[in-house]
């Protein structure tokens, strides 16, 4: 009889730790912490309410948030709903990083999904990055540049748009 509860003590011991590592699940933890600020005290007891709100919410995401919405079904065009997973165990209280930690049982994408590294635009110098990392500059802007042929021109653009985009810091 104690070998069998030895052994289930063992093989609990050996199961994995699903918890998440810093840095893990980026995207998720995110959205979810701006998303939970919206909610009032009546809409994030009711997981109904929560489901309307994080829909309403997506509709503003933009690239790796909106493919985030798109992965829980926050989106008019998902293929496929799990926003239950997330509106119950947000309705208890739940932290962001234990919602993700379930959620990413149901579908490893959703964990899968990072920001990309930011620019320090105070210390980076233009001319020394890629056209393809300048346009890439720009369609993060949501800016186009039209009728740019060479990479001054790119730069000369950016350089145009950076006091809208870029917060200077005092």
């Given at each position: 009889m104690y070998w069998v509860f030895g052994l289930v003590v063992f093989a609990l011991a050996q199961a994995?730790?699903?918890?998440?590592?810093k840095g893990e699940c980026e995207v998720c933890v995110s959205v979810l912490d701006r998303f939970k600020e919206t909610l009032t005290s009546e809409e994030a007891s009711?997981?109904?309410?929560?489901?309307?709100?994080?829909?309403?919410?997506?509709k503003a995401l933009k690239?790796?948030?909106n493919r985030f919405c798109y992965f829980l079904g926050g989106t008019a065009d998902a293929a496929t709903g799990i926003l239950g997973e997330m509106s119950k165990p947000m309705s208890w209280g739940m932290p962001s990083d234990k919602i993700c930690e379930k959620l990413r049982k149901k579908d490893k994408q959703i964990c899968e999904l990072t920001y990309e590294k930011q620019i320090d635009f105070a210390t980076v110098d233009l001319k020394k990055l890629k056209v393809k990392d300048l346009k890439k500059i720009l369609s993060g802007w949501d800016e186009g540049c039209d009728g740019c042929l060479e990479k001054s021109d790119f730069i000369k653009r950016i350089e145009e748009l950076k006091p809208l985009h870029v917060r200077t810091e005092l």
């Open positions: 994995p730790v699903s918890s998440l590592k009711v997981p109904a309410s929560i489901e309307k709100s994080f829909r309403k919410f997506c690239m790796k948030e």
